[in-house]
């Protein structure tokens, strides 16, 4: 039985993967006519969530077919806070009196529909495995009734995109950088992954000052090294992703890469929505137009360094073992950047901002 550490996770080895043929529980299953039936293929008379014996999801952890088991419930867990919401669930802050430790839950309901489970085995998965300091650690999942719960590391400084309003020095830029490209090329090295929604709301930071990758539900399975499924955010999607009929490789991360960079260094999305007059537009703008610089301020080094990123031609891209020796990342020393001060100056504005729309709302609903 794995214990949930109060650091930070040493995970198992890879689960098995599975198609999403395989879900079913097998080709006899007869055809059900009503939603609640349904619900029978994946989830037995006991109220185990059943990924065919790949992933095992009980009221009391999860069992993985390696042997490994994360045992985690409900009543072990404190609720504190929400700390947001998104297209695949709710994530609240949680305390976890048996450890004393503070994490991140996620629900995410169950629904009958091939692409959402698959979301929510691909998370399991990914986090299951990801041994790196780049990845948010995973402490364990359970189900009840129709919701999976995912409970992870909880990074208290929040996402960046709530972060960079006041402003990211070159130095602090670089090293945020250089946590990304080491947490995507951990994915795809080691766990043969392309992220596909590499973007600000998907990278979270800690008041110690480390950054770290989430949010792996839409990742996918790279095989012979290319991917088709049109999955993802579009407003940081690759030309070649955007464009229909196109295959793409891990290179497509890189643009999102890039156009995260531009974004936390200029504090705004480079291709903002009231700029154009609907969203094809604006993805016509991605597709056709001079993709962004980075601000004069920068660097030379820092500037190439993303236009490196955003190079139409996915197949003139860096690497990630080639971004690793650009001189943007390697002219700033980890160890002399003070990432800690600017992650806890960040934090500090992001809640000073959060309590004075707080005000705001109580003083117009009042």
Known sequence: MTEIPRGNTRRAGPMPRMTLSQMGGGESTPRQETPFANFSRFVDPSGKLNFDGKAILHADGVDFSNGNKFKINMEELKLLEELGKGQYGTVQKVYHKPTMVTMAMKETRLELDQSKLNSILMELDVLHKSQSPYIVDFYGAFFIETCV???MEFMDAGSLDKLY????????LS???LSMVRGLKFLKDELAIIHRDVKPTNVLVNSEGEVKLCDFGVSGQLVQSMAKTHIGCQSYMAPERISQGKTYTVQSDVWSLGLSIVETAE????YPPEKYNSVFAQLDAIVGSPPPPLPGTYSEDARDFVALCLLKDARARPTYAALLEHPFLTNHKESEVDMKGWAVKAMEARIAREEEAKKQTQSSSA
Do not use: A, L
């Open 149 to 151: 719960y995912y409970c």
């Open 165 to 172: 309003q006041i402003g990211v020095p070159e130095d602090v």
């Open 175 to 177: 090293v945020i950088t």
């Open 267 to 270: 504090g705004s999305y480079p």
